[in-house]
């Protein structure tokens, strides 16, 4: 999900050197390495979890985890043109 965000964020903050565009990519990737390593550690480590690991693993850990809320689309504030 961040991977693909990237995309649309660095199209909003109108990177055009491809070095700080190849810097912000690390960055989203290194992030979304952290963020998987979390979830994977937190459900015993494994290399497939399911989604009952995954609610129970939140449901341990809620303050360490807000950017998970960044999964439910309902919670983004979109920006209206008008």
């Known amino acids: 999900m961040l991977v693909a965000l990237s995309g649309q964020e660095g199209e909003s903050l109108e990177l055009k050197d491809p070095e700080q565009v190849k810097r912000f990519v690390e960055v989203v990737d290194r992030g979304s390495v952290w963020a998987s390593q979390q979830v994977f550690t937190g459900c015993g480590g494994g290399n497939k979890i399911t989604f009952d690991d995954l609610a129970g693993w939140y449901s341990r850990e809620p303050n360490k985890t807000p950017w998970i809320e960044l999964l439910?689309?309902?919670?983004?504030?979109?920006q209206s043109d008008n």
């Open 72 to 78: 439910d689309l309902r919670k983004w504030v979109v």
